[in-house]
């Protein structure tokens, strides 16, 4: 054995990796801690010391000579930024006389190619559609009466004369009468009234379907208006679809004006002043501008779900901020450093320029890390088969890419044309003591005991995530006074025949065969099923079935699983909400696997690349992936278990939306990853200068502390600014990373990592030889 530098002890021909001790073989690579809570002296860098001074301008590094760049010409920079958003803000709305991205969202249940989507893919083929129909409602009204029988006999006849309808069922048109099952099933189950169906052409898409659906409405209308006392409201799957779109963009808005406005007001606090909290808030707007246009484009390559627009715009919209503050703030470090206290109006352009070139070349390399990183975990989504992750992982690719864009360029250029502004107010660069350099020195005295606390909290928030429960809602993402929410909720009490089946079987086979199949359905719960049959075609069957409790039910999941089991002697397709949920889940426990190791061995890749050591990257991973756990028990506890539903103006459907958990878990990690590279960017920086480990964690997070905390604040508004909004799968998301940012932030970023360093010490630099090598070649170092 031989005692490596600070008293720790190695295996024989293991070495240590300190760069400290190659630069300066005299000194301790791990200081002692001091015991009055002060931080030790670094040598390197001394208290006094100025970023510029301690470490000089690179003028050969790429990001170097794009912040010379940046720095030349910054109002060209802004003028094409600025163009580009109005573009992109006219583009996404449609001024350009294009359709809007709202107009070409889509939404449904989340979908894989598994058996579900087969089913419906013969049922449209045939000429079915759960779109194609669209349902009256009409209340106060005596079915029978000879004034609405008229009424109702004149707007079909009406009705059937628009192009693009194919049939119109009502209980007056039904020639048995109204006590025949068919007319029946149009007929309220307590109470007066009746509903009328239109079906539409199964080919009528866009602004066709639109117009003939309004021409529908119109004759709707006018046969209530002909029924004294009567009430009506219409509805459809098409309309619940668009009800949702609709809440997307109202959401949308709410959050923005919710998140913006106060995170101005925090950057105000932080920096002090008007001038640089605006330039983050510039470069959102701008984020949120490129995160719209992106997904109009992508819009014309895949169908993209109403909600993705909210979850990628959200995730630009924090990114930005955070690039943005972490921007601003290393230029205000550079330029104070360069000015020594002299006043403002001395600044010279020389000064202004060289600052910029070492803010994009310094934060500049955080961001394009950080940037990384994020992207790495979005594209773990590109894994899965389900379209809705699919669109995400691309969409949030390019929203990152703007993101740091934003970074780099609009934003330094936006600090050089308001240098001299930025030093007038606002607090002083972090001292080399400070809060949180006591903060660390006391969680140094103690490592073990704030480790082993630490994980006990995380491991308590995250014990609810065991009993995980997923579902596929439909008009329960609608908030309960949504009027398509009511209408199918008012549709399945009234109408249950109309309400659609719980799970439903596509049978190759004739109406024969099909009764024959449906006579002995499998026994679930000690019931047998029972479902009625139908024709589709002369060789295609469909039977129905409705199940206790729901589409989404226990019963419905374990009615699926039976169906499947039990085949009949010619091919059949299980399908519904309960089917195509179990398609979903078996996708992405196929999948989940193959997604959590390329994130993981891509990031613990970059993350060498960064630090040098193997060390680092994996107790990084770990952490995270503790963290995560933590958030997404949260999220159970709440939505779930139905916990703060008043406070938080939802009500539990006692699940998390299919798409959650992969959101949460991709979506954070690549958020805690964001700051796990703000914090050892500095750490990193400061033991590649010979600053010991202990010396450079306590420092390190002095001088990022500031920024991880003001950027986790604004990042929780603006994920709890989007929770304000009304649609389900929203909230869920916006608690989650809001709820990831926070513990990370917090319990992780400002205790685990130091307590976890402080135990390891110099192991925490630690690589074999072989991979100490190839780093010093292709290493990214400040």
């Not at 009234?494 to 049978?507: C, T």
Request: aromatic fraction near 4%.
């Amino acid at each position: 054995m031989r005692t490596a530098s600070g008293g720790r002890e190695a295996p024989d021909g293991i070495p240590l990796p300190s760069r400290a001790d190659e630069a300066a073989p005299n000194r301790s690579s791990s200081a002692p801690v001091p015991t009055d809570g002060r931080l030790s002296p670094v040598t390197d860098a001394p208290d006094h010391a100025s970023p510029a001074a301690s470490h000089p301008d690179r003028s050969d590094s790429a990001l170097s000579h794009l912040g010379g760049l940046v720095g030349r010409h910054p109002k060209t920079v802004i003028v094409i930024w600025l163009l580009a958003v109005v573009a992109a803000f006219a583009g996404a709305t449609g001024a350009f006389g294009n359709q809007s991205l709202f107009d070409r969202l889509k939404s449904g249940d989340p979908s894989v190619a598994g058996e579900n989507l087969q089913g419906r893919d013969q049922l449209v083929a045939a000429g079915r559609s759960a779109t194609s129909t669209h349902l009256l409602q009409v209340t106060g009204a005596d079915a029978a009466a000879p004034a609405t029988v008229t009424a109702v006999r004149s707007a079909a006849e009406a009705i059937a004369r628009i192009p693009g309808v194919a049939s119109v069922e009502a209980p007056q048109l039904v020639p048995a009468g109204l006590d025949s099952p068919a007319a029946k099933a149009l007929l309220p189950t307590s109470g007066d009234g009746f509903a009328e169906v239109v079906t539409f052409d199964p080919a009528l898409e866009g602004e066709a379907r639109d117009r003939a659906q309004a021409e529908v409405d119109t004759q709707f209308d006018a046969l209530v208006a002909a029924i004294p006392g009567a009430h009506g409201t219409t509805g459809g799957l098409a309309d619940l679809i668009e009800a949702i779109t609709s809440q997307v963009e109202t959401d949308l808005r709410a959050g923005e004006g919710i998140a913006l406005p106060i995170s101005f007001l925090v950057m105000v606090l932080v920096f002090g002043g008007f001038v640089a909290a605006g330039m983050p808030i510039i470069g959102a707007i701008a984020s949120i501008a490129g995160a719209l246009a992106s997904l109009l484009g992508f819009s014309h390559l895949i169908d993209l779900d109403a909600t993705v627009v909210n979850v990628v715009t959200v995730l630009g919209l924090g990114l930005c901020i955070d690039y943005g503050l972490l921007t601003v703030s290393r230029f205000r470090e550079e330029l104070r450093s360069r000015v020594q206290g002299r006043p403002t109006a001395e600044i010279t352009r020389e000064e202004i320029l060289a600052s910029v070139a070492r803010t994009v070349d310094s934060a500049g390399r955080t961001v394009v890390f950080s940037g990384l990183t994020v992207a790495i975990s979005l594209g773990g989504l590109l894994v899965f088969e389900a379209s809705i992750l699919k669109a995400i992982g691309s969409a949030g690719l390019s929203v990152v890419l703007v993101a740091m864009l934003v970074a780099l360029t609009l934003v330094p250029a936006l600090c050089v044309v308001g240098a001299r502004r930025l030093l007038k107010r606002g607090t002083e660069q972090a001292p080399e003591e400070g809060v949180f350099s006591r903060l660390a020195t006391r969680v140094f005295r103690h490592p073990l005991l704030v480790i082993i606390a630490v994980l006990a909290i995380l491991g308590t928030l995250a014990a609810p995530a065991l009993g995980l429960r997923l579902t596929s809602s439909g008009r329960e993402l609608l908030p309960v006074s949504a009027p398509q929410r009511q209408f199918f909720e008012s549709l399945e009490r009234s109408y249950p025949q109309l309400s659609g089946p719980d799970v439903q079987v596509v049978a190759e086979a004739s109406l024969q065969e099909a009764q024959a199949y449906a006579a002995s359905l499998p026994v679930v719960d000690g019931q047998r099923l029972t479902g009625r049959v139908e024709s589709v075609t002369d060789t295609l069957s469909l039977v129905s079935i409705n199940i206790p409790g729901g589409a989404l039910d226990d019963a419905a999941r374990d009615a699926v699983t039976a169906l499947r089991a039990d085949r009949p002697a010619f091919p059949t397709k299980v399908i519904g909400q309960a089917s195509g949920l179990r398609d979903f889940t078996d996708s992405l426990r196929e999948r989940a696997p193959i997604a959590f190791a390329l994130v993981a061995l891509a990031t613990l890749v970059l993350l060498f690349l960064m630090t040098g050591s193997v060390v680092i990257p994996v107790k990084a991973l770990l952490m995270n992936v503790v963290s995560l756990g933590a958030s997404l028990g949260v999220v159970v506890w709440i939505f779930q278990q139905g916990h703060l539903q008043g406070l938080m103006g939802f009500d539990s459907v006692g699940a998390i939306e299919s798409t959650i958990p992969m959101l949460v878990l991709a979506f954070g990690f690549g958020l805690s990853m964001d700051y796990e590279v703000f914090l050892l960017s500095r750490i990193v920086e400061l033991h590649e200068r010979g600053v010991g480990n202990d010396e450079a964690v306590i420092a390190g997070l002095q001088r990022s502390g500031r920024i991880i905390t003001s950027a986790a604040i604004l990042v929780v508004i603006v994920f709890s600014g989007f929770v304000a909004g009304q649609l389900l799968v929203i909230k869920e998301t916006g608690v989650g990373l809001a709820v990831a940012v926070l513990l990370d932030a917090t319990l992780v970023r400002m205790l685990l990592v130091p307590a976890t360093m402080a135990l390891l010490g110099d192991w925490n630099w630690w690589a074999p030889k072989s991979l100490r090598r190839w780093h010093a070649r292709f290493g990214i170092t400040e």
